[in-house]
Nanobody, 118 residues
Framework: QVQVVESGGGLVQPGGSLRLSCVAT????????MGWYRQVPGKQRELVAV???????EYADAVKGRFTISRHPTLNSAYLQMNDLIPEDTAVYFC????????????WGQGTQVTVSS
């Protein structure tokens, strides 16, 4: 059974920072990429950032220069450091882990709310 669990959301003022964490079960060799997505009511879920095994990283244009994704080298853990937050970053943030092997496919966490407001 695969589990993906996010943590670290909350309320922050504009210009502030938050760090999201994601933990996925299984060995590090079973997960080939981990990513962060976000969704606001009435809109489609959108990619924020993804990191691939081997080091490739992609960011949405809206977060480039403000957000940094990283991954633990030996654990199925990923992090999203969010700086210079703006109200438009308010959303539910989801972690996605793409597995190979027995649990092949994309597995999602339950989401964590990030609210940027004064």
């Amino acid at each position: 059974q695969v589990q993906v669990v996010e943590s670290g959301g909350g309320l922050v003022q504009p210009g502030g920072s938050l760090r999201l964490s994601c933990v996925a079960t299984g060995s590090v060799f079973s997960v080939k990429s981990m990513g962060w997505y976000r969704q606001v009511p009435g809109k489609q879920r959108e990619l924020v950032a993804v990191i691939h095994t081997g080091g490739g990283i992609e960011y949405a244009d809206a977060v480039k220069g403000r957000f940094t994704i990283s991954r633990h080298p030996t654990l199925n853990s990923a992090y999203l450091q969010m700086n210079d937050l703006i109200p438009e970053d308010t959303a539910v943030y989801f972690c996605a882990a793409e597995y190979v092997g027995a649990f092949r496919g994309t597995h999602w966490g339950q989401g964590t709310q990030v609210t940027v407001s004064s």
